[in-house]
């Protein structure tokens, strides 16, 4: 039978500290002949996750699901990229349209700088219809850019409300100092905790308590960086924001420089979104989900020998 241990520490159900002692030399020589079985792991239960930062969380999911397809579907009205102030066709980072053939076959190519790809079925063209994104990641699914517009506006300012409501939480909490900031130590052993990730050798015991040094470097990035970058970089491509802080469009480059960041920050954004999602199935889809719904994380150790 598993032994249970909950607390937000280490706390028994009588509520006692249990600290793990390793038995002494002469304890172990003078066991020798006893018989011995050994227990089930002890099973501890921690509170990982407070109700703030799961309300967070899950507000999230919708906001960010609907402003990806939503700004995918503003995307479509224009399908390149650039830099600087203006669209120059000649001088597109990146464009995604549908090439026809002198046979009549339809292609879809997506060209990056000066290198071509065949994206058919994909990008540039799907389903029979002249689009860069399908009609199944884009909101609404038709092409309509006004409807698309004030869908990614309305979500915005609730996904930058939620973001800062989440912010003062974190930094009054001290959850942003105590659990997303990076010690020395930590930093001191990103390699070994790479390698570990790399070769899917996922912490455990005490070490599954607490973020590692990955997760803590992932989590500061995205709240401190790629979040607030979206949101400006989005802000300065709003005329009514750039005619109020002009400022907006230097700093970035020009409005097309702003849109091309943006766009390129939200693709990373997604990249993390898909990472999570795997991380979170390959260390334990459903502690990682219950935790989230209910705060409670299970961390199993590692069993210990009794007397028959």
Known sequence: MAL???????????????????????ETLSTVSTPMVSSSPVIERVYRHRLPVR???????PFLIILIMSGLQIFNAHPALYWGDRSDRDQA????????????????ITTV????????????????????FPAWATIPSAK????GRQWH????????INGLIFTAYAFASRHATRDLAPTGKDLRGIGKSLRDHLLLRHPSGKEAKRYNVLQKL????????????????????SPTIDTAFPWLLTIFGG?????????????????FIVIHVLQVILTGFFNNIRSMVTGWFVVQHKGVHHEV
């Open 153 to 160: 506006l309305f979500f915005a300012w609730l996904f930058v």
């Open 113 to 132: 700088l000066d290198h071509q790809f065949d994206t058919t079925g994909v990008l540039g063209y799907s389903d029979g219809m002249r689009r860069a």
């Open 255 to 271: 409005r097309q420089a702003a849109r091309t960041i943006h766009f390129v920050a939200c693709s990373s954004f997604v990249g």
């Open 218 to 237: 992932a989590y500061a990035c995205i709240l401190f960086g790629m979040a607030p970058l979206i949101v400006l970089t989005g802000l300065a491509m």
């Open 4 to 26: 249970l241990i909950q607390s937000e520490e280490v706390i028994s159900r009588e509520g006692d500290q249990m600290p793990i002692v390793e038995p002494s030399a002469s």
């Open 93 to 108: 980072l990146l464009t995604i349209k549908p090439v026809q053939s002198e046979s009549g076959e339809v292609k879809g």
């Open 144 to 147: 309509w850019l006004a409807m």
């Open 55 to 61: 309300i967070s969380h899950w507000l999230n999911v």
